[in-house]
């Protein structure tokens, strides 16, 4: 009953993936995915808001395409700790938007480590994805790949970076060998990112509730 429950809320988010708070960066989604015939591109939760985004959570997609066909901060384990963060931080989805460093999944296979070209690939979706959320003015990056993109990102000559006076947190992933370690050492990688995520709230005007 459990599967068949949790399949019925993934057909559930799925048809609602083109509500008004999400259709824009959706419908981004599926451009890019019919631009490069043979992948897939994750879509945003419609629990998230265009108009409300503040900050951006850049993954850099390691591994393979979550089933639910929506973008994700990893594995279940990472999805696990980006809740957490956000909870204890009182950071509300609709303040939020996640995205990923290359966009593209080949249905099956497990993005590997991202090669430059995949990174560099990834610079003009992601700056179609800003357009799209004009309040968001900072980005925090987990992991190597994401980390580069911001740097590439930050770059850029587009004067809608330095006009929303962007800033970028580099942070650890979420999951993998880039979250390896001992507990007090994985304590402190989510504590690095609590600060990232707390310093972003103060930047944009949004309250921390504990």
């Not at 929506?70 to 980006?82: H, K, P, V, Y």
């Not at 290359?102 to 249905?107: A, E, I, L």
């Not at 992601?126 to 003015?137: C, E, G, H, M, W």
Request: with cysteine.
């Amino acid at each position: 009953m459990t599967a068949l429950a949790t399949e019925d809320i993934r057909e559930q988010l799925l048809s609602r993936r083109y509500e008004p708070s999400v259709a824009a960066v959706n419908e981004l989604c599926d451009t890019l995915q019919t631009a490069k015939a043979g992948t897939g591109v994750p879509y945003v939760d419609p629990m998230h808001d265009v108009d409300e985004c503040r900050i951006i959570s850049l993954f850099s997609n390691i591994g393979t395409a979550d089933p639910s066909g929506f973008i994700t901060a990893g594995d279940d384990e990472a999805a696990t700790r980006m809740l957490g963060i956000q909870w204890k931080l009182g950071l509300r989805p609709e303040f939020v938007m996640p995205w990923n460093a290359h966009p593209w999944h080949v249905p099956g296979e497990p993005n590997g480590k991202l090669t430059p070209d995949q990174i560099s690939a990834g610079l003009k979706p992601l700056l179609k994805f800003l357009a799209l959320v004009p309040r968001a003015s900072v980005i925090v990056a987990h992991g190597t790949e994401a980390n580069r993109l911001a740097n590439l990102l930050l770059k850029t000559e587009v004067p809608m970076i330095w006009r929303r006076g962007l800033k970028t947190y580099k942070v650890r992933s979420l999951s993998g060998r880039a979250f390896a370690g001992t507990p007090v050492r994985q304590e402190q990688y989510l504590e690095d990112m609590r600060t990232a995520y707390t310093d972003a709230m103060a930047r944009t005007g949004l309250a921390k509730t504990s």
